[in-house]
């Protein structure tokens, strides 16, 4: 059947209506001219692929990857770079009026980054194919069959060229200890070294790692502004120890404009796209504004990404997370960094209540950056005397973002300003940014 692509909706799907029904298509994009084969038919809803495109959308553009299509890593490669910012800006102001049925008295500017070779932290799945050769890739659109890949064009360049090497090296893993299950490999880039964890079931042979680093390293030997490769292993659950070589420079990044340096292990959560966290980082600071003489609170606070950067302004700070390994990285950065004006407790913030609220005491100004999931339990614990006058609220999520914000609007607050951030060029996820003010 033929139709006409009305919107994009949050996965990056164009959506269409039929006989009433909406159709979400996949790789079509709004007031294209396609035709469809509906794949899932869900009574309220259906799910449909594009079969033809009879009129294309001037935005339309020849994706860059040959996975892309098959691998689940990407939604917006056929979509023009700064087109991508302004559907993704689309799709956040309308779950602003249909979830939350507010809408800020001002739009800030979108913060585009770079096309490509941002994402400086991945995971990749690890599989033996039919013929029994080891592989590595991404989980495949709408499966959960891996797709191996040879190259990954939103990976660092010196990562997506080491890709065939570190798949080699896997497959001499397993042919030396074929009864060691290997899970995935997780991938970190820091400023000197970057860091490729594997996981398994059991211990790995180390002869054959120190080989391994030494094949990594012999690719980016000739290229002076590159990281060096270091091994890690990790078994099971257990953290992650360096193994190849022993000694290297440590994972970290830097937030000049503050005059930081942070640390991190492999493992830990960090901003994917750090270019751009530097930008985010700078754009929260502004707006949140903090003064000497406030007490404010960085809540879901990570390693300190933004708590630090606040506590160089001379404020109080109190930067609450829930996962006890990353309060200690950000009691070790503060330490490193000779901020001694921070306090950091771990806590269940999804679990907060009025009284918990009253127990921490009153901010002047609070800083909120939760996980997909939002920060509902919090916003609607928070109370009379205890209003901070201002929230900076940083949302991975449009969705549990409105619903928040609807919560803080019937709390008194004005909802002053919102704004997208391209974290993630080429996939659907939105980033944004919002201030509230105390009316």
Known sequence: MQTTIQSLDYEGRGVT?????????????????VRIQIKQDKGTFAEADTIAIIQPSEYRREPACPHYGECGGCALQHVEFSAQVAMKQRVFEEQLQRIGKVFP???????????????SRTRLSIFIDKQGLMQIGYQAKRSKRIVPISQCAILPTHVSGSLKTIRAGLQNIHATAPK?????????????VSVLNI???????????????GCLNKITANQSATPIWQIWQQIGTRAAEPIAPKTAPKLNYRLPEFALNMPFRAGDFTQINLPMN????SRAIRLLQPQVHERIADLFCGL??????????????VGIEGADFLTRRAMQNAQANGLTNIQFSTADLFATTPQIVEQLGYFDKILL???????????????????PKRIVY???????????????????????AAGVMNLFPHTAHVEAMAVFDLA
């Not at 940083?394 to 004005?414: E, H, I, M």
Request: hydrophobic letters at 45%.
């Open 369 to 387: 950056d939760p996980p997909r999931a939002g920060a509902y339990a919090l916003v609607q614990a928070l109370h009379v005397p205890y209003l």
């Open 17 to 33: 209506r039929i006989d009433g029904k909406t159709i979400f298509v996949h790789n079509a994009l709004p007031r294209e001219i």
């Open 278 to 281: 530097e930008v985010m980082v």
């Open 105 to 119: 008295e001002q739009i800030l500017p979108p913060i585009y980054g770079a096309a490509w070779h941002y994402r």
């Open 304 to 317: 300190g990404n933004f708590t630090l950067p606040i506590a160089r302004s001379g404020a109080k700070v």
């Open 180 to 192: 060691i299950r290997l899970q995935s490999v997780e991938i970190s880039v820091g400023e000197q």
């Open 199 to 213: 996981i398994s079931d059991k211990k790995l042979p180390e002869n054959v790692l120190i080989e391994f680093s």
């Open 394 to 416: 940083v949302s991975c999520n449009p969705a549990t973002f409105a619903r928040d914000a609807a919560v803080l609007v019937g709390k008194g607050y004005r909802f002053s």
